[in-house]
Each structure stands twice: as structure tokens, then as C-alpha cells.
């Protein structure tokens, strides 16, 4: 059973629609992130926060919209998508950036499958 | 430009055999590389942490190299099991951001 965990596992939606998904995580993390995930492409990071501050936006489009009110908590807001946003979104925690992202594991949720129409 | 390389996008192996894996990266100077196994349908699984300064790291039947004069990553499984089919990501950290190669996919054969 993971820690982290994402909701809703599948979203459809159209390109003028409003929707959030969410990320909680039960380990006492304080650093959380937002990965891209298509087809055929490696993992893309997005977003990065660490104890709820902002430490990173990877170029991402404002169309995407992260917000994390507390460490146990993480979302993607999304308006006016695009098809090529379909993609897997996968959100992950570790324990914090104190030293330095690679030096501790990831813990990655089972995503959400989100489908532009 | 900087670069991750996995070995190939698959490998089949039959079971009982050592499957090796290799990352390749150019332009990079990580100081940690990890490895993580993704199942369909799942997020990726972290499995091992190697520093710059360790040649080898080993967690049951797993084993990782990191060379940072040849600049790779090798990811040994041995006796290898069809419950190892998966797909496995190399990872490391360049400037404070996590990079992923785009994985090989290991299926092991009865």
C-alpha cells in the first residue's frame, strides 16, 4: 500500500473545463513534487515544494496551477488544457531538500490518467 | 546538451539468468543516482540510492555500479524471476533538479 496517495486515478475532460487533482501523503514528508509522465517520454518534473514553499517550476505552462496549503498535501489545478497535456501525472514526496534532492528516495503515487478531449 | 541514455527499451531474458541494465549520461556531473522499478498502471518504486563515491551497491538480489569516469550506471538483478518484469528508471540530480532516463522494460521468461 503506497503513502502517497493521488485522487481521482482517471480524469476525462474537455479542453475548457476546470478540474484539481490531489496528492496526500501519510509519511511526514516535507517535500513534494509534480511529475509529467507520456508516452514514450521519461518522467518530466514540474513542480517542487519543500516545507510548502515553492522551490521549483520546471518552465511548466500556467494553465497548470500547483497549490500546497501543508506538507501532507498537494494539488494540480487545471484550466484550459490542451490534448497534449494527456499524460500520466504522478506526484511524489521525500523527506525534505535539506541535502539536496538525490541523496533521499521518492515516493511516488500511482498517478492520475488524464485524457484531454 | 545534457543526456540520459538507457541501454534499449526492452530486454528479455529467460528466468534464473542475471538481467544488466545500463543508464548512460553525458554532461551531467551527479553526485547520487537512483534506480526505481514502475509496474503498468503504477507509480515508479524507488529501489536504490548510489553515491559518487561508492563503486557498488547491493540489496538482495540487486547490485548497482556507478562509474563516474565512464559516466554509467549498470543494474544487475540476479537470478532473475517473472515477477521482476517491470520497467526500470535510472534517475540522478543535476543542479538540484531529478532527471529521468525513459526506462528499459525487463521481461523475464519462464
Known amino acids: 500500500e503506497t503513502g502517497v496517495t493521488q485522487t481521482p486515478r482517471h480524469l476525462v475532460m474537455g479542453m475548457t473545463n476546470k478540474k484539481s487533482l490531489k496528492c496526500e501523503q501519510h509519511l511526514g514528508h516535507n517535500a513534494m513534487y509534480w511529475y509529467k509522465q507520456s508516452a514514450k517520454k521519461p518522467l518530466e518534473l514540474m513542480f517542487v515544494?519543500?516545507?510548502?514553499?515553492?522551490?521549483e517550476n520546471n518552465s511548466v505552462p500556467s494553465r497548470f496551477s500547483p497549490e500546497c496549503p501543508n506538507s501532507s498535501h498537494l494539488f494540480l489545478h487545471l484550466h484550459t488544457l490542451q490534448p497534449e497535456d494527456s499524460a500520466l501525472y504522478l506526484c511524489?514526496?521525500?523527506?525534505?531538500?535539506?541535502?539536496?534532492?538525490?541523496?533521499?528516495?521518492?515516493?511516488f503515487g500511482d498517478g492520475t490518467r488524464l485524457s484531454i478531449l | 546538451s545534457q543526456k540520459i541514455e538507457q541501454n534499449s527499451e526492452a530486454l528479455n531474458i529467460q528466468e534464473g539468468k542475471t538481467a544488466t541494465l545500463t543508464c548512460n549520461y553525458t554532461n551531467y556531473s551527479p553526485a547520487y543516482l537512483q534506480w526505481y522499478r514502475q509496474d503498468p498502471g503504477r507509480g515508479p518504486v524507488f529501489l536504490l540510492l548510489i553515491r559518487e563515491n561508492e563503486k557498488e551497491k547491493r540489496k538482495e538480489r540487486l547490485k548497482v555500479t556507478f562509474d563516474t569516469t565512464l559516466k554509467q550506471s549498470l543494474f544487475h538483478i540476479t537470478a532473475s524471476q517473472p515477477a521482476d518484469s517491470a520497467t526500470y528508471l535510472c534517475?540522478?540530480?543535476?543542479?538540484?533538479?531529478?532527471?529521468f532516463g525513459d526506462g528499459t522494460t525487463l521481461t523475464v521468461k519462464p
Open positions: 511524489a514526496s521525500s523527506q525534505d531538500l535539506g541535502q539536496g534532492w538525490g541523496n533521499q528516495p521518492q515516493h
Open positions: 534517475a540522478l540530480e543535476s543542479g538540484g533538479k531529478s532527471t
Open positions: 515544494y519543500n516545507f510548502k514553499e515553492q522551490t
